[in-house]
T-cell receptor, first 115, second 113 residues
Framework: AQSVAQPEDQVNVAEGNPLTVKCTYS??????LFWYVQYPNRGLQFLLK????DNLVKGSYGFEAEFNKSQTSFHLKKPSALVSDSALYFC?????????????WGAGTKLIIKP | DSGVTQTPKHLITATGQRVTLRCSPR?????VYWYQQSLDQGLQFLIQ???????AKGNILERFSAQQFPDLHSELNLSSLELGDSALYFC????????????FGPGTRLTVL
């Protein structure tokens, strides 16, 4: 069965430090992987996705994510955190073999950047 | 601004009532998705429509129904409302039938008293 896990409910980082938000997945075939961000009282916004090709994917607002097939992970990273990055981050996966074509969503990780 | 619009922004109603939430997808998008976000259950996929036809169902209760109209806007109908239905309801849209990059609306906050 397909699944995605975000093992940390909350991540605290000091402004200017690098940040990592973790995501691991389980699919039968090859994955399509996504990161979305939700700012307070807003809808989710697409950040980046991995379909195929280069394992390092660059997205909006200076974020990037690295696809690691052996570790079945797709961690979100940013070299230098900003207070404005504080938000809820969701990882999602789709198995390209799944005929239902749906995204499986993680539970979300709250990222808090302290000045 | 994602280009997806949802109305109303807020809705307060009583238990046992029925409400309708409306969503207009981005121009050109044929797929519409409905999600429920509550504090204790995260983001739950409810249902997807593609070009007017139901495409996939998630954890949608029998008291809930949806449809997509010829102009591609969609409505989510919630009936016999219970306190536990209080949540944020999001609509998202995408171009293709398979779930790819989705563009989310601002949501409708439903409060059932």
């Amino acid at each position: 069965a397909q699944s995605v896990a975000q093992p940390e409910d909350q991540v605290n980082v000091a402004e200017g430090n690098p940040l990592t938000v973790k995501c691991t997945y389980s699919v039968s075939g090859n994955p399509y992987l996504f990161w979305y961000v939700q700012y307070p009282n807003r809808g989710l916004q697409f950040l980046l996705k991995y379909i195929t090709g280069d394992n390092l994917v660059k997205g909006s607002y200076g974020f990037e994510a690295e696809f690691n097939k052996s570790q079945t992970s797709f961690h979100l990273k940013k070299p230098s955190a900003l207070v404005s990055d504080s938000a809820l981050y969701f990882c999602a996966v789709r198995d390209i073999l799944d005929s239902n074509y749906q995204l499986i969503w993680g539970a979300g990780t709250k990222l808090i950047i302290k000045p | 601004d994602s280009g997806v619009t949802q109305t109303p922004k807020h809705l307060i109603t009583a238990t046992g009532q029925r409400v309708t939430l409306r969503c207009s997808p981005r121009s050109g998008d044929l797929s519409v998705y409905w999600y429920q976000q509550s504090l204790d259950q995260g983001l739950q996929f409810l249902i997807q429509y593609y070009n007017g036809e139901e495409r996939a169902k998630g954890n949608i209760l029998e008291r809930f129904s949806a449809q997509q109209f010829p102009d591609l806007h969609s409505e989510l109908n919630l009936s016999s409302l219970e306190l536990g239905d209080s949540a944020l309801y999001f609509c998202a849209s995408s171009v293709e039938i398979e779930a790819d990059t989705q563009y989310f609306g601002p949501g409708t906050r439903l409060t059932v008293l």
